[in-house]
């Protein structure tokens, strides 16, 4: 309510008790009017609810609306039914106390609709088990049955209820639904037999005739018209456009199983319905005496058959009467009036007591067996105060028990308001109000009251009638301020009553009730023949209405009036014995039509329904009162010191939070627990400047909000980064963690292997070995020998040592192989001849090593530089080499130039044209030369005639000419290489020597002893 305090200007405000001017009616109609224009039916006055009927269905009362109202705090929302029932649910749970919601009006003002609502709204929100959920769909459908039998078309409304209606909703201790108990009041048994123009009678005669199966019909004898039944026609509209019969006759069977009726209960119920409307159909004629006789015996045959009541006896019930004189019973013949008259009221008397019995009925159906402690919350669904034109014993009773009713609200408002004063420990101001007591005495005091009265004229001797009745009650209270006849009025009021009226000055207005049938309708007589008749029937319902006690019993039974009084009595008891909630209903319009506000109508019933007193009662201290902690919650926002939390006791905070607004002291008052605030206008103030801090409040907290999403959004983010981080850092860490276990295992394998290297290969070495051949190879791949000069090989493992050598030939050969076929031709005769050269120098003589270098020619002169002489004389020898050379004699060792020449067999010194001398290699002995930088060749040749002598030769090729001449003459082991001298053959047996020698210069010369002295320059080696 609180939050719809802003929208005041439009809808007015939600609580009466905040209107300025309360005591004005206009404004209170102002009010109504301006929120029923806007569809919003429900006001509060404090805890009293006032709804005006929309005559529309609205949105409000859907399972969202429900769940909406469920256990939030009375004034956090709109005005609503379902707030007062929560409130006095949860009042009740929490405090464990009973309750009771009074829903009163004048009919068709939406009391039952009210009554319905609420029982729907427990039957959602409550909680429950599947147990359970069958007392809950009784107590549901406890209502169609009832409606059925005791409600019926008026002129104010369709569905009118002809009698109150008290329920009892029993709660476990857990606040589930577990029973209920339904108190009926004062049915309107006379429309069984007669009803107004436009009026009809209970619903429940018209859905058996358009509902019920031709079978049941059958058997019940009835016809599917309802214009043949005299007892429906009387307000000749049978057929209604917004009742569908047949479609609520389906309701109320299908209510009839789950409330637990059998088949026999059933049928002795419809029995008694038929019986009812055959009565209706009963006519009475005139015999010669006078006396009522019933001509056509179908009806009363039927009625035999349904009742189980002997025909005949049926029949002379119906036409006499008994009379008990002395100690005889007289039967009495009875005149059409009186045979009329008797057959409507046991149709009353037995409509009225299947109605009763009906409840009992459902009663037992709802009975909690359980004797675990439960609460009630208990609904009143009664007629309001009844003013019409014609006022009669019914609307004097209905309207006595609305001043009860009143009293009662009065009494608990006060009390309440005065009790709360008093915890809050606020000063009680006296209240004026009007106090109804006096009237409740005029009616209902022992000996003196109108019930009295009445049941005196009732019972006594002599011929009592409703004309004695109104003088009796002129000589008795007719001095008393609220009580009126024609005879007592003054001149100007006596106009408006009539001479069988009376007039009573109701709290709600003075009605004027017509005292015709009073005396009647309180004895409500049923002949005692017919009575019995009803005792001894053998339908078990009319057998247990009509007890044998009642026609054995001396006593007068109870009259109405003092039934209606008493049982009203206990209900009063009932009532204050609970904590009460009320909802007034309006009727906005008598044409049944939405949207449509009828002031006088409803100025009328405000008036009627007390509730200008009411607002009066509920305003006389202060307007609006709450709890320190509620109007702190509320409204702390517009105190620096409250906002946003306050620590502190709450009142504190209250007078702070009020301090800083600026109340004044006259403005309100401060009890134990709550603020009272004495004027509506204080409160719309700090309204106002709350709903403007509202505003700045909700953008602040939308960007507090907008921050804290974004907040989260990234925290979320940031965890799940965190997450996947330690996910993946956790994946590498497995992952190495598995790389070092299993480096570790290669590497204790490694060291396995390498101990036992040494092994023959086995399991524990054979990876190690593999793999050390394996890298050894691989290693070797990049160290192999370039060339075949290249004497380099890796060092292998002692395992690969065999390998390693076969691979090493291997190598070798190939490099070789390689070397070969990259050698030229040319390359190969140098190479061939270097051979040559190494086996007969290497080592033995100065220069070899260069020589190695030096490329040896094919010649050193070519042919065409041969004297064309020596060629013709060696003609037919092919020319090998041929080189200058230095010959010395063998006598005297002259030098002479020549030239050296090598064919193929053999080898000629030349000197120009003439051969000198020609060695042939087949005879050739040997060739010397000394081991130091010389070119000294000495041809050895054998010793016989021919040849001269051993040739003593020098040349500068001395490596190149001698590899020739061996080569040529296949003679390299002749080769021979001196140290120091040597000797030769001069010829013809003779010797000389050359000695060879080092010096400082190379010279060669005869020395002294006659010796070929060469001297060379010391030379690398
Ligand atoms: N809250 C509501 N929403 C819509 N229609 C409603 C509401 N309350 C009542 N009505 C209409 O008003 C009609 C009369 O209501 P209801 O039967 O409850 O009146 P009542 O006060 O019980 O009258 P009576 O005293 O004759 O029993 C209903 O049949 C329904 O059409
Ligand atoms: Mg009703």
């Not at 058996?208 to 000749?236: C, H, M, S, T, V």
Request: aromatic share 10%.
């Amino acid at each position: 309510m609180e939050g719809a305090l802003i929208a005041r200007d439009r809808v007015g405000v939600q609580d009466f008790v905040l209107l300025d001017s309360h005591t004005s009616e206009v404004a209170f109609l102002n009010n109504l009017r301006k929120r029923y224009q806007e569809n919003l039916i429900y006001t509060y006055i404090g805890t009293l609810l006032v709804s005006v009927n929309p005559y529309k269905e609205l949105d409000i009362y859907t399972l969202t609306q429900m769940q909406l109202y469920r256990g939030v705090n009375f004034f956090e929302l709109p005005p609503h039914l379902y707030a007062i029932a929560d409130n006095a649910y949860r009042v009740m749970c929490s405090e464990c106390n009973n309750h009771f919601i009074l829903i009163s009006g004048e009919s068709g003002a939406g009391k039952t609709e009210a009554s319905k609502k609420i029982l729907q709204y427990y039957a959602v929100t409550c909680p429950t088990t599947d147990q359970l959920k069958i007392v809950r769909d009784r107590l549901l459908l406890s209502n169609p049955v009832l409606e059925a039998f005791g409600n019926a078309k008026t002129l104010r409304n369709d569905n009118s209820s002809r009698f109150g209606k008290y329920m009892d909703i029993q709660f476990d201790f857990k606040g589930a639904p577990v029973g209920g108990h339904i108190l009926s009041y004062l049915i309107e048994k006379s429309r069984v037999v007669h009803q107004n123009h436009g009026e009809r009678n209970f619903h429940i005669f018209y859905q058996l005739l358009e509902g019920a199966d031709k079978d049941l019909l059958g058997w019940l004898g009835l016809e599917r018209n309802p214009q043949k039944y005299a007892y429906l026609i009387q307000g000749r509209c049978a057929k209604v456009f917004s009742i569908n019969d047949k479609n609520d006759w389906k309701i109320v069977r299908k209510a009839f199983s789950i409330i637990d009726f059998s088949e026999r209960d059933i049928e002795h119920l419809f029995a008694i319905v038929a019986t009812v409307l055959h009565l209706g159909n009963i006519h009475f004629e005139e015999d010669s005496n006078g006396h009522a006789i019933i001509r056509d015996g179908t009806q009363i045959k039927w009625i035999s058959k349904l009742l189980g009541a002997h025909l005949s006896i049926l029949q002379e019930a119906l036409t006499n009467r008994k009379i008990e004189a002395r100690s005889e019973e007289v039967l009495s013949p009875l005149n059409v009036d009186l045979a009329f008259y008797a057959r409507d009221a046991v149709a009353k008397a037995i409509y009225g007591r299947t109605f009763t019995w009906l409840v009992n009925k459902i009663n037992n159906a709802l009975v909690n067996k359980d004797s675990s402690r439960k609460t009630v919350i208990g609904l009143l669904d009664i007629y309001g105060f009844e003013v019409l034109d014609t006022n009669s014993f019914e609307q004097f009773c209905i309207n006595y028990c609305n001043e009860k009713l009143q009293q009662l609200l009065i009494e608990m408002t006060l009390k309440a308001e005065q009790e709360e004063y008093e915890v809050e420990g606020i000063e009680w101001e006296p209240i004026p109000y009007f106090n109804n007591k006096i009237i409740c005495d005029l009616v209902e005091q022992k000996h003196k009251g109108i019930i009295s009265i009445l049941d005196e004229e009732c019972l006594r001797p002599g011929e009592a009638t409703d004309l004695s009745f109104l003088e009796k009650l002129e000589e008795k209270v007719g001095d008393h301020p609220h009580f009126l006849t024609r005879k007592l009025a003054d001149q100007k009021t006596r106009k408006s009553i009539d001479f069988l009226d009376f007039r009573l000055l109701h709290y709600a207005g003075e009605v004027t009730y017509c005292a015709m049938g009073f005396l009647e309708k309180n004895n409500d007589l049923l002949y005692r023949n017919l009575k019995e008749v009803l005792c001894n029937s053998k339908n078990f319902i009319i057998r247990e209405c009509f007890l044998f006690s009642e026609l054995d019993s001396r006593r007068r039974p109870e009259t109405v009036a003092t039934q209606f009084k008493n049982s009203l009595m206990s209900l009063i008891e009932i009532l204050m014995s609970k904590e009460p909630s009320y909802v007034r209903c309006i009727k906005p319009n008598d044409n049944k039509e939405p949207g449509k506000f009828d002031d006088s109508l409803i100025r009328h019933q405000v008036k009627y329904l007390g509730l200008m007193e009411h607002l009066r009662v509920r305003r006389a201290g202060f307007a609006y009162r709450r709890k320190y902690e509620h109007f702190l919650q509320r409204y702390k926002s517009l105190c620096p010191a409250t906002w946003p939390n306050w620590n502190g006791p709450a009142i504190e905070g209250v007078v702070k939070l009020i301090k800083h607004i600026g109340y004044k002291p006259e403005e309100y008052k401060l009890g134990r627990t709550k603020i009272f605030i004495r004027f509506p206008k204080t409160l719309f103030a700090t309204e106002d400047a709350f709903e403007y801090r509202r505003h700045l409040l909700i953008s602040r907290l939308q960007a507090k909000y907008k921050g804290f999403l974004g907040q989260r959004a990234y925290q979320k983010k940031r965890k799940a980064a965190i997450k996947l981080e330690a996910c993946w850092r956790g994946a590498l860490a497995r992952r190495e963690a598995k790389r070092r276990t299993w480096a570790a295992q290669i590497i204790r394998k490694f060291i396995n292997g390498f101990i036992n290297r040494k092994k023959p290969l086995c399991p524990e070495n054979r990876e190690f070995v593999m793999l050390s051949q394996y890298k050894y190879l691989l290693k070797l791949r990049d160290h192999l020998p370039q060339n075949v000069l290249d004497k380099s090989w890796l060092k292998p493992p002692s395992i690969m040592e065999e390998t390693s050598e076969m691979l090493h030939k291997l190598c070798i050969r190939t490099l070789v192989r390689k070397y070969c076929r990259g050698v030229s031709v040319e390359r190969r005769v140098q190479l061939q001849q270097k051979v040559v050269t190494s086996a007969v120098f290497r080592g033995k003589k100065e220069g070899y090593q260069q020589s190695l270098n030096q490329r040896f020619l094919d010649t050193r002169l070519k042919e065409n530089e041969i004297n064309p002489r020596v060629l013709q004389l060696i003609q037919g020898e092919s020319i090998k080499y041929v080189t200058p050379v230095i010959k010395y004699d063998r006598n005297g060792f002259k030098a002479r130039e020549r030239l050296l020449v090598l064919t193929q067999a053999a080898a000629y010194v030349v000197e120009m044209a003439k051969i000198k001398q020609k060695v042939e290699y087949a005879t050739l002995k040997g060739i010397s030369t000394s081991n130091l930088s010389d070119g000294i060749i000495v041809i050895h040749v054998p010793d016989d005639n021919k040849q001269k002598g051993d040739v003593i030769l020098q040349c500068e090729h001395v490596f190149e000419t001698v590899t020739k001449l061996c080569m040529l003459s296949n003679k390299e082991s002749l080769v021979k290489i001196v140290k120091g001298s040597l000797r030769f053959r001069i010829g013809s047996g003779k010797e000389g020597t050359v000695v060879f020698a080092v010096g400082q210069e190379p010279q060669v010369f005869r020395d002294r002893n006659g010796q070929l002295t060469v001297v060379s320059t010391p030379g690398p080696p």
